[in-house]
Structures are given as structure tokens and as C-alpha cells.
């Protein structure tokens, strides 16, 4: 079994390391991988614009952090918050909060810092990965579910929404949710998301509000 294991972990480094946004995030300093998919979200979508307030929930590392923080300018700012603190990334217009997406006082904790609702939200949430897929998808769109029902709270009318889904049985009834909160909504998969992955993104425009 620890073979296996130790096999499967090499394989996963082995990948990693040949990886081009691996790479590519490495040698322009992001954080993550994870930041590429958002800068190809944003190069179609256009969904922040300089000035804006940004809330990413599920920051950590940081890779869409530094992605918002180029995009609202010196104007913007963006609120990062995770289970994980964050290592500062020394961007003046990003701050980033310890906080979780359950947490039952999470609006007001966020509205202390920010001081109003936010034009964007981000959430980029994954859990802990059980590697039983039923497991967690179900525990992936619970987490898709919370951030939804933040939102009327959240997210000022008109505003936008970029929300990693995992596919499987409950997708559909979340895609359903977005689609009847806002004008606007896309299904996509970035090229930076691996094929392998079951992950893919909604991003949506014109937020109607409560
Ligand atoms: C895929 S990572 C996000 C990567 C990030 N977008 C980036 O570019 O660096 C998913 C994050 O969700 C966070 N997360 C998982 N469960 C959470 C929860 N209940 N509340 C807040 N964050 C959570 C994890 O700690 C993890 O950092």
C-alpha cells in the first residue's frame, strides 16, 4: 500500500514538475497555478475592472490574489479569505483574512474590513480531497451552495461572480441557482484547467440582486 502510495505521490511530482503553468507560474511569480485560469477568465470575460472591490474566498496561496490585485489598480482593493492564513504578498491593495466560508458571522466579519459590498466575488474553493469522488463533489458543492447564499448579502447588484464547480450529480441544481441570479452566465473550462480535472468555472455578469 505504501508503495502504491509512494509511486503515485512521485508521479503527481513527476507531472508537477513538467507542467508549462506550473513552470510559467514559477518563473513569473504567482503563487499557484491556479492564477492562469483566472487571468484566461479575465482576458475573455473582462469581469474586473480598475476600481473595483474584490472578495476571493478560498485565497490561499494567493495565486488569484496577485491576478485581482494587477486588474483593480491602485483605486481597487481585494479581500482574500481561507482556512489557511496566506502569506503576505506584500501588495498594497490586497488584504486577506483567516476566516471560514461556514463560519455563521462570515458577512459581517467580511463587511468590517471591506466597509460595503463587493463588485466581484471569487471563489475558488476546493475541500480536502477524500479521494472518493461522491464524497467530494457533495462536500465541494456544499461549500458552491454556502457562497450562493452569501451573495444577496455580498455582491452589489450588478455585480460579477467567477465560481469553480466540481461536475457530478448536484452540479446541475447549483448552474440552475447561478443562472436564475444573474443576466449573464458562461460555463467554462480554462485551457490552464487540466483536462483530467473535473473542475470547471461559472463566470457571471449582472448580479439581480435579493
Ligand atoms: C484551489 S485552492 C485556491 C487556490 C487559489 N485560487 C490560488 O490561486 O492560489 C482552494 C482553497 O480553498 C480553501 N478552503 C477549503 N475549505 C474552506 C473553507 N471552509 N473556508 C475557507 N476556505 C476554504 C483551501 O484552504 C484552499 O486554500
Avoid at 485565497?59 to 491576478?67: E, H, I, K, Y
Avoid at 471591506?114 to 463588485?119: E, Q
Amino acid at each position: 500500500m505504501e508503495a502504491l502510495e509512494l509511486k503515485s505521490k512521485r508521479r503527481w511530482l513527476h507531472e508537477r514538475r513538467n507542467d508549462p503553468y506550473f513552470i510559467l507560474s514559477k518563473k513569473e511569480g504567482y503563487r499557484s497555478r491556479a492564477s492562469f485560469k483566472l487571468k484566461q477568465i479575465i482576458g475573455k470575460y473582462r469581469i474586473i475592472k480598475p476600481g473595483d472591490n474584490v472578495l476571493d474566498i478560498g485565497c490561499a496561496p494567493g495565486g488569484w490574489l496577485q491576478v485581482a490585485s494587477q486588474h483593480v489598480g491602485n483605486s481597487g482593493m481585494v479581500l482574500g479569505v481561507d482556512l489557511k492564513p496566506v502569506e503576505d504578498l506584500e501588495l498594497e491593495n490586497v488584504k486577506t483574512c483567516v476566516l471560514n466560508v461556514f463560519d455563521e458571522d462570515f458577512t459581517n466579519k467580511v463587511m468590517r474590513i471591506s466597509g460595503g459590498k463587493f463588485d466581484v466575488v471569487l471563489s475558488d474553493l476546493s475541500p480536502n480531497m477524500s479521494g472518493i469522488y461522491e464524497i467530494d463533489h457533495a462536500r465541494q458543492i456544499e461549500m458552491v451552495e454556502r457562497v450562493i447564499s452569501l451573495l444577496k448579502d455580498l455582491l452589489r447588484k450588478g455585480g460579477c461572480l467567477v465560481i469553480k464547480i466540481f461536475e457530478g450529480q448536484y452540479a446541475r441544481r447549483v448552474d440552475r441557482k447561478v443562472f436564475r441570479m444573474f443576466k449573464f452566465v458562461k460555463r467554462v473550462k480554462p485551457k490552464a484547467s487540466r483536462k483530467s480535472s473535473s473542475e470547471y468555472y461559472l463566470v457571471a455578469r449582472f448580479f439581480k440582486g435579493s
